[in-house]
């Protein structure tokens, strides 16, 4: 596999250390669909599973909410990591390549420019402009704030449990779908998803998961225009992740049945078909999962 690893943590804020001041996962109501707290076993794995690859659509369906719905432009960190061991330039390598792609891929594709942001590295907790995050949640992206944030401590015993080790393949999968959701914020997708959501909520899992099937979509577009998978075998590795966690395979394993009304993210068989259809295409204007729902 191609290494994109840094230690170049200019696009991190690195607030770890500082504490979130959690009561819980969401003090006040403003808690994540994912109680994955005392959790254990097989179930608690699985939902944390779930949490990692499934981030939520904050201010895109009542999760958390998006603030008062403005944008904060973000550069260079003021608070910048030290990116020294594997899983953090890893992460680093990654926040930074996938934006290199972007600033090109979105004048070239969209006719729009692309906003550089952050990843935020916490611990147990943290302030967003979605309301208070829990590490518990697993990586998501918050639209009133541009920011992906990751807990990398819980992220490591996550893998450690599953795997036996960090990988960089699970690592770009992640940021690569979290930054997916930056480029939807940067295009207004997730406003639309949102109005949609709120005026018509008979639609709201539809509009879901095809937004979850375009950030998978759009992480397709850069491993293949990137060259990140250097090998069948690896490309084989990136489609069983992206069908693991799929809806109707989660849903099996948690409650031994399959129920595709209430999906949010798609089943294994959309997100393998999403993400292939990036990768191969190369080209993010292909990865119009709404087209179907819209007519």
């Not at 594709?109 to 309301?131: A, I, L, Q, R």
């Not at 207004?188 to 879901?208: C, I, L, R």
């Amino acid at each position: 596999m191609t290494k994109i690893r840094s230690s170049d943590g200019s696009h991190i804020d690195d607030r770890r250390g500082q504490g979130g001041g959690l009561g819980g996962l969401f003090p006040g109501g403003a808690g994540f669909p994912f109680p994955t707290k005392g959790v254990g076993g097989i179930l608690g794995i699985v939902l944390l599973l779930a949490a990692m690859f499934l981030p939520k659509l904050l201010g895109a369906g009542g999760a958390g909410g998006s603030g008062d719905g403005s944008q904060t432009a973000v550069g260079s960190s003021n608070n910048p990591a030290e990116c020294v061991t594997e899983i953090e330039t890893i992460v680093c390598g990654v926040t930074n390549d996938v934006q290199l792609y972007w600033a090109d891929a979105m004048p070239q594709f969209f006719n729009k420019p692309y906003e550089v942001t952050e990843t935020v590295w916490f611990t147990g907790g943290t302030s967003t402009g979605c309301g208070q995050a829990s590490s518990e949640t697993g990586p998501f992206y918050c639209p009133a704030d541009n920011l992906v944030y990751i807990d990398l401590e819980f992220m490591q015993q996550l893998e450690q449990e599953l795997i036996g080790a960090p990988t960089d393949l699970a690592e770009q999968y992640i940021l690569a779908h979290e930054y997916g959701h930056h480029v939807q914020n940067l295009l207004g997708t997730n406003a639309m998803v949102q109005e949609v959501q709120q005026n018509q909520p008979d639609k709201a899992n539809q509009y879901s998961v095809a937004m979850e099937l375009q950030a998978d979509c759009f992480a397709g577009t850069w491993v293949g225009a990137r060259d990140v998978l250097e090998s069948e075998a690896e490309l084989q590795e990136a489609i069983a992740a992206a069908e693991g966690v799929g809806d109707d395979r989660i849903q099996q394993k948690t409650q031994g049945r399959v129920d595709p009304e209430s999906w949010t993210h798609g089943s294994a068989e959309q997100r393998r078909t999403w993400f292939l259809k990036g990768y191969n295409s190369k080209d993010p204007t292909q990865c119009d999962t709404f087209a179907e729902i819209t007519g």
